[in-house]
């Protein structure tokens, strides 16, 4: 079974949220958050920028990997045979690691991107990559397949940031930061999209990072105000989950029920933690593929 651990809570904060590391394990650019097939958490910037940082389930951090030099990453997915992915947004890639050796390796590169962010990835390995221009407030949205290939999907975007597949696969949403805004296309079984339409939009703050549960509801992390925002799949406003710090930048679900949601956050260079009742999209997609 996945996830057969349970975090160590090393602190205890407001109501709902504590922390997985101690303030100031990771730097201000603490991003990615993503859990193995293991049980065990990543995410990119551990002490120094250009790194990845482990935790471990018994709540130990280690550096994991080294990044190429003038590489720094940003989101992390792990694909159904366990191998990470890492959007690398200053070398215009998405990087792979070799989980054993812990090689990295250019997998995908594109120069026409501005700045690969975040990922989302679906059942057939296919990954989405958002692409922010932040100093024009625009962006871009790309398509990475199996073999590596790079396919634009959608330009002419605001700052395009936090993506995610739905839990039926059905739908691909993309937040854009700047305009507070989220969309939502059709998805298709070759991973193309379609039907662009406004999904929810706020008046005030920030949207980074976003990943689902296997309800369909959306988790948003709202840059500014501290929060987590679980959207049903209609666009209603279900929960709003307070965090300690107020830079909270993206959300990975793990734990030993695939309920536990991991937040980076970047104005205390830490993970912090909270319960929710479902499982999240990941604890289905992580099954490594027997040969």
């Given at each position: 079974m996945l996830f057969m651990a349970s975090f160590l809570v090393i602190s205890c904060g407001q109501e709902g949220a504590t922390d997985v590391t101690e303030p100031g394990t990771f730097t201000s650019g603490v991003e990615g958050p993503a859990v193995d097939h293991n049980g065990n958490l990543y995410a990119v910037n551990y002490e120094k920028q250009g790194t990845i940082g482990r935790t471990f389930p018994d709540g130990h951090s280690e550096l994991f990997v080294e990044l190429p030099e003038g590489s720094i990453g940003n989101g992390i997915r792990f694909d159904s045979r366990g191998n990470m992915y890492?959007?690398?947004?200053?070398?215009?890639?998405?990087?792979?690691?070799?989980?054993?050796?812990r090689e990295v390796s250019v997998y995908a590169n594109e120069p026409e991107m501005n700045q690969p962010n975040d990922l989302a990835i679906d059942g057939g390995d296919r990954l989405y990559a958002s692409d922010p221009n932040w100093n024009d407030s625009t962006g871009m949205l790309w398509r990475i397949d199996p073999d590596g290939s790079v396919h634009l999907l959608e330009k002419n975007m605001g700052t395009t940031n936090g993506i995610e597949v739905s839990a039926d696969e059905k739908h691909l949403y993309v937040n854009e930061s700047i305009q507070r805004k989220i969309w939502v296309y059709d998805l298709d079984d070759t991973g193309n999209i379609s039907n662009k339409r406004l999904f929810f939009q706020f008046e005030e703050y920030g949207l980074d990072g976003m990943r689902c549960d296997i309800n369909g509801n959306l988790y948003i992390t709202r840059f500014g105000k501290g929060t987590i925002v679980i959207l049903s799949p209609v666009g209603e406003i279900l929960k709003e989950i307070k965090l300690r710090g107020k830079s909270v930048t993206n959300i990975a679900f793990g734990g030993p029920d695939g309920k536990t949601c991991f937040v980076t956050v970047a104005d205390r260079g830490c993970i912090e933690t909270f319960r929710t009742n479902v499982q999240g999209r990941a604890y289905?997609?992580?099954v490594v593929k027997k040969e």
């Open positions: 890492v959007a690398d947004y200053t070398g215009h890639n998405v990087l792979k690691v070799d989980m054993d050796t289905d997609l992580l």
